[in-house]
């Protein structure tokens, strides 16, 4: 089992060698996804994962694959999908443009969502969603569109519980064992690599998402990332939050309002 010594070894080492910052993630969370990529890929010491680590750059990669996997799925909390479709979307209708930062986005299937009900509101067509994710396979999941055909009726149970009307499959194309959503959604989607962690704010958004990820964060991390969203996101912008995380502590609680008392929205008002 991975001991203190070993964390701060390979996060130093992981620093030093590829510029990833994992100093401020909550270490009990290091430690079980570390613990868990040892007994997978069956090291027998951590010494030998940390001479793997530090000779093999493409090891490296599922290293951070491993340590910023997040589980997602499209329109996951129905009832969040519901309020953001009923009384989020209707008051970024009026924007001239839209712009909506999906960070921490995973393999994307948030985005996707987001993206269909935009074409359901008949907003898409000015709209651009921006996903970020530190994990560079999952920015390229997000481009490719492609997920699981298994998936698709859970998926579609979730589309309809957020109040969506149409044909679910209809935003699919089904190849053996592949559904590759359309096109027309990716076209307005920009994907990219982004560090929550050190990289700063790169537009302004009406609408910022990042749900389960900084309960993976210590709280000065949090705070960090916070004030960080506060600065992209525009007057009376919506931010959206996982079931387990708050802004009430933070030193950008005073700027907002809280949208929905069970759902984590919240607006900026100052």
């Not at 510029?19 to 430690?31: E, H, I, P, V």
């Not at 970020?132 to 519980?161: C, H, W």
């Amino acid at each position: 089992m991975l001991n203190d010594d070993d964390l701060d070894l390979l996060l130093s080492e992981s620093f030093r060698l590829y510029g990833y910052d994992f100093t401020n993630y909550t270490r009990a969370s290091l430690k079980r996804r570390i613990n868990r990529l040892m007994i997978i890929d069956r090291f027998p010491s951590f010494a030998e994962l940390l001479h793997r680590v530090k000779h093999d750059p493409h090891y490296w990669s599922r290293v951070v694959e491993e340590l910023t996997v997040n589980v997602t799925e499209m329109f996951r909390d129905p009832q969040s999908f519901r309020i953001i479709r009923e009384t989020i979307i209707p008051l970024l209708a009026p924007h001239p443009f839209i712009r909506i930062w999906h960070a921490g986005c995973a393999s994307g299937e948030e985005v996707y969502s987001m993206a269909i009900m935009l074409e359901e509101a008949g907003l898409l067509h000015k709209s651009l969603l921006y996903a970020t994710d530190l994990n560079p396979a999952a920015v390229d999941n997000v481009r490719r569109g492609i997920f699981p055909i298994s998936l698709m009726k859970q998926y579609s149970e979730n589309y309809l519980l957020s109040g969506g009307k149409k044909d679910f499959s209809s935003y699919y194309t089904a190849k053996y064992d592949w559904a590759k959503l359309d096109e027309r959604f990716t076209a307005k989607m920009i994907a990219a690599t982004h560090n929550l962690v050190s990289d700063k704010s790169f537009n302004e958004f009406h609408l910022v998402i990042c749900r389960n990820v900084l309960i993976y964060f210590d709280k000065d991390l949090q705070d960090k990332v916070l004030s960080l969203f506060d600065d992209s996101l525009v007057s009376q912008g919506f931010l959206i939050l996982g079931s387990k995380e708050n802004i009430r502590y933070s030193s950008i609680a005073i700027k907002y309002t809280q949208w929905a008392q069970k759902e984590k929205i919240w607006q900026k008002t100052m």
